[in-house]
């Protein structure tokens, strides 16, 4: 398999010039963070997922870096950091992807599987980008840059037919007879636009305007699919080759919340919002997000996990749907476990990370600037 190379294309800073203004204020505390932290980060600085044999993922990594970023917390941040470099690194984050998952095998600890998860990747480097930035550390934002050119070298593919694209990692989603398989869950708009003003190369921008394309070919019927094909002389298919049967499900919720947590000045993304109007149009009429939603439509398993009501508030909110927000919110804070802090009877690592995204914008403790930039209510 062939892969595109930008190796030898360097990627410069920008300087930090973009006005940014206020979020909403928001507390210095962040309760949902204290009691995620207190429940899956242990003290080496893992984020341990109980509910799958307390394995670790750098999805689960890097979103838990954004957290500390977005409440200032530096101490977890540099702890998470050193865990994610050292053990799924080999020690050297500037040179090599993170392995997306690590974990027991066979009574050893270790790295599992060698691979990357290009979404792990870009909210890492993005997050490092703007923890450089914020907190005035050369050190994170040189480390950010440097992931930014693995990511280009190793994940990004241009598509005849459709353009730079980021696959969902390395290898195995492209076949020898120009079949492409993508993913609309690992393209926030947002991200993009952001490393495009840390770094120079024009593909993060054009990945950014090409992502409205993607989303739109993923939700035949306005429920995004988690996974979508794509070929250069048939354009986009829901094929099940070779990821099964296709599904609106546990992926594609993440496509709701970054489509909704998008800054309203950005010029597409009225694009992404109607492609996301199925999901939008049932919660109308429905209490409850469905888990899984077959491509024309038909609704497979009605019953969403709480963290899916948390998952589409931003959405709801950006289309000014107000009652449907209004029990989403209500569904959310009725699983909230009063002993634990947290969402769910027996809360789980998935959950509690898409409402940790969806309450932490709904309240105000980060936004998104139009150009992709963090805005943070503690500075």
């Known amino acids: 398999m062939t892969r595109r190379s930008f190796a030898m294309i360097a990627v410069t800073a920008f300087a930090s010039t973009v006005e940014i203004p206020s979020p909403l204020q928001a507390s210095a505390n962040w309760p949902l963070w204290e009691a995620y932290t207190a429940r899956f980060l242990d003290a080496s600085g893992r984020i ?30 540099a702890r998470l950091l050193s865990w994610t470099e050292q053990n799924l690194a080999h020690g050297r984050l500037a040179s090599n992807l993170p392995a997306w998952l ?47 050119r693995r990511i280009l070298d190793a994940e990004v593919r241009d598509i005849p ?3 730079p694209m980021l696959m969902p990692g390395p290898s195995g989603f492209v076949t020898g007879d120009g079949f492409y398989q993508l993913n609309a869950s690992y393209l926030p708009v947002q991200l993009f636009l952001g490393i495009s003003h840390h770094v120079s190369h024009p593909s993060w921008r054009r990945i950014a305007e090409l992502t409205p394309r993607v989303v739109q070919g993923s939700s035949p019927a306005g429920f995004v699919l988690d996974w979508i094909a794509f070929r250069s002389d048939q ?20 496509v709701y919340l970054w489509a909704g947590m998008l800054a309203p000045s950005v010029s597409f993304r009225q694009k992404l919002l109607e492609a996301c109007h199925g999901m939008a149009d049932y919660l109308s009429s429905h209490a409850t997000p469905p ?5 024309d439509g038909a609704i497979k398993d009605p019953r969403g996990n709480p963290g ?42 998935y959950d509690q990370n898409l409402a ?4 932490g914008w709904l309240e105000g ?15």
């Open 365 to 379: 403790r980060f936004r998104f600037h139009p150009q992709g930039l963090l805005q943070v209510s503690w500075r």
């Open 356 to 359: 940790l995204f969806a309450t």
């Open 291 to 295: 888990a899984e939603v077959r491509p």
């Open 235 to 254: 354009g986009f298919s829901t094929d099940p080759i070779p990821r099964g049967e296709p599904l609106a499900s546990y992926d594609a919720i993440r």
């Open 161 to 163: 037919g459709l353009g």
């Open 102 to 148: 690590w974990g027991n095998q066979h009574g050893s600890w270790g790295v599992q599987d060698e691979n990357s998860a290009s979404d792990a990747d870009l909210w890492l480097a993005y997050t490092l980008l703007e923890a450089g930035r914020l907190w005035e550390e050369p050190r994170y934002k040189a480390l950010g840059a440097a992931l930014c």
């Open 48 to 77: 341990v997922d109980r509910d799958d044999h307390d394995r670790t993922t750098s999805e689960a990594q890097a979103y838990a870096l954004f957290f500390a970023l977005a409440c200032n917390d530096q101490t977890r941040f």
């Open 308 to 349: 899916f009501s948390a998952a589409v508030m931003p959405l709801l909110s950006a289309l000014r749907r107000t009652s449907a927000l209004d029990e989403q919110e209500h569904r959310l804070s009725l699983a909230k476990n009063a002993a634990t802090g947290l969402y769910g009877a027996s809360p789980r690592y």
